[in-house]
């Protein structure tokens, strides 16, 4: 069955900087990648996804992420992260053989001034 | 155009009363599922409505939860009786095809807690 892991529960990092936010995952066949965010007391919204093509997808807000199929990975990426950017973000995997979509635990990202 | 939306946002109960969850999809979206996050750990799926038929149910964890999606449109989500390790964020989401590649669109959730 698929899965996703994401290893970091948190991520610290400072305006301006780039931030790195972990993905991996585990599929039978070849994976369909996603990322969402969550804001406080908002529901999640779609980042962007990786279906087939170009490894490095990108998405809403500056966000982009990278597919590495020999590392299993899916790790976002943004060049210079802002304050606004601090929000909860989910990694999500389908694949052929399962219909429902597994998302990661989530990683809190916190990026202070 | 509108969002998901999920009413109520908040829902507090005791140990054995009913609770019914609403989610409205995105207008014309035929895929409707449902899912939950508990006590912070991942968000796991429950079903998959394709109009209103129940598509996917794999994941609903016992016959206390009935989910239903009459006349295709809005679906409800009802535990009864609610037991303690129902409390959780309670998500809908909808997309307009139901491939895996699809993006789903989700609403805020429903924070339901058990007493």
């Known amino acids: 069955a698929q899965s996703v892991a994401q290893p970091e529960d948190q991520v610290n990092v400072a305006e301006g900087n780039p931030l790195t936010v972990k993905c991996t995952y585990s599929?039978?066949?070849?994976?369909?990648l996603f990322w969402y965010v969550q804001y406080p007391n908002r529901g999640l919204q779609f980042l962007l996804k990786y279906i087939t093509g170009d490894n490095l997808v990108k998405g809403s807000y500056g966000f982009e992420a990278e597919f590495n199929k020999s590392q299993t990975s899916f790790h976002l990426k943004k060049p210079s992260a802002l304050v606004s950017d601090s929000a909860l973000y989910f990694c999500?995997?389908?694949?052929?053989?399962?219909?429902?979509?597994?998302f990661g635990a989530g990683t809190r990202l916190t990026v202070k001034p | 155009e509108a969002g998901v939306t999920q009413f109520p946002s908040h829902s507090v109960i005791e140990k054995g009363q009913t609770v019914t969850l609403r989610c409205d999809p995105i207008?014309?979206?035929?895929?409707l599922y449902w899912y939950r996050r508990v006590m912070g750990k991942e968000i796991k799926f429950l079903l998959h409505f394709v109009k209103e038929s129940k598509q996917d149910e794999s994941g609903m964890p016992n016959n206390r939860f009935l989910a239903e999606r009459t006349g295709g449109t809005y679906s409800t989500l009802k535990v009864q009786p609610a037991e303690l390790e129902d409390s959780g964020v309670y998500f809908c989401?909808?997309?307009?095809?139901?491939?895996?590649?699809?993006?789903?669109?989700f609403g805020p959730g429903t924070r339901l807690t058990v007493l």
């Open positions: 207008s014309g979206h035929d895929n």
């Open positions: 599929v039978s066949g070849n994976p369909y």
């Open positions: 989401a909808s997309s307009l095809a139901g491939g895996l590649t699809d993006t789903q669109y």
């Open positions: 999500a995997v389908r694949d052929f053989n399962n219909n429902d979509m597994r």
